[in-house]
Nanobody, 126 residues
Framework: VQLQASGGGLVQTGGSLRLSCAAS????????ITWFRQAPGKEREGVLC????????YYAGSVKGRFTISRDNAKGTVSLQMNSLQPEDTAVYSC????????????????????WGQGTQVTVSS
């Protein structure tokens, strides 16, 4: 089982980036996939989650309306579209996969995830 995150980079405030998480070695639809981020000196936080099977989505309040998550089971990828980026979005973004069906209180619990991809740096300049 492997997760490969890509698509990070440097962008100006108000710009957009699209991150991709490529999964191999397992059926993507059977896993809940969540993007986490961690900024320097801050705790890791859940950003967006797409639940396994039914595709229900959870969002962190700080990104709702700006970020979207989508899953392509045929390609084995989960994408994170980030629009209207702000300097506070600067962080290392990682995707994680878990064999569980989260609820509102559990989707952002990093300990619940079984597999992690390497991080990709997103930097938003002011």
């Amino acid at each position: 089982v492997q997760l490969q995150a890509s698509g990070g980079g440097l962008v100006q405030t108000g710009g957009s980036l699209r991150l991709s998480c490529a999964a191999s070695g397992f059926s993507l639809n059977s896993y809940t996939i969540t993007w986490f981020r961690q900024a320097p000196g801050k705790e890791r936080e859940g950003v967006l989650c797409i639940r396994r099977n039914d595709g229900y989505k959870y969002y962190a309040g700080s990104v709702k309306g700006r970020f979207t998550i989508s899953r392509d089971n045929a390609k084995g990828t989960v994408s994170l579209q980030m629009n209207s980026l702000q300097p506070e979005d600067t962080a290392v973004y990682s995707c994680a996969a878990g064999v569980f069906s989260p609820i509102l209180s559990t989707w952002a619990n990093a300990a619940a995830y079984d597999y992690w991809g390497q991080g990709t740096q997103v930097t938003v300049s002011s």
